[in-house]
């Protein structure tokens, strides 16, 4: 057994437009914050009552970064999978500020755009997504990203197919 787990998993709105910029390096950053809503009926008045939870995202992967970039707009529903970091700073007035930020690294993140109809997840770094995901991504918006459709063309013949399903054992 592993000895610990940092995995965030959140479906929400975004609360603003992504904001992107460049580190030094040249690696492009997005940011933006969800809302996730949590409802219930209060048991004393029988009133709807509903709570709203703010988290900051922030997106360190090239191929999600220009997904979110693109795609994703304020009021946008999506889900977002990642590891939780709590890191410092000091602020223009000098005060020491801490901040905590649903991260989405290189290799270790994951973007699904849930508002249109063909909604397909973002695609990870050497994956080819599950059977869903090639759909999906067929459906939306088509990026050149042989990775997601390459067994999608007319006319060709899924590996699947192409396997001999005869074992001996």
């Known amino acids: 057994m592993a000895g610990s ?16 910029r460049a580190t030094q390096g040249g690696q492009i950053v997005v940011s933006f914050s969800i809302a996730t809503d949590e409802t219930w009926i209060d048991k004393g008045s029988g009133e709807r009552k509903q709570r709203t939870e703010w988290h900051n995202v922030v997106i360190f992967n090239e191929g999600l970064a220009k997904i979110a970039e693109n795609d994703l707009k304020k009021g946008s529903r999506v889900y977002v999978e990642g590891m939780q970091c709590t890191r410092e700073y000091t602020d223009r007035d ?4 801490k901040v905590t930020e649903v991260l989405l690294k290189q290799f270790r993140g994951e973007l699904c755009l849930l508002d249109s109809a063909g909604a397909r ?12 995901t090639r759909g999906a991504a067929q459906q939306s918006k088509t ?25 001996p054992f």
Request: hydrophobic fraction near 25%.
């Open 5 to 20: 787990v940092n995995k965030v998993i959140l479906v929400g709105r975004l609360g603003r437009d992504p904001d992107t």
């Open 94 to 97: 000098g005060h020491a500020r």
């Open 143 to 167: 990026y050149d990203d042989p990775r997601i459709a390459m067994d999608e063309k007319p006319g060709s013949q899924r590996l699947s197919d192409q396997l001999d399903d005869d074992i």
């Open 121 to 132: 997840p973002a695609p990870e770094e050497g994956s080819y997504g599950s059977e869903s």
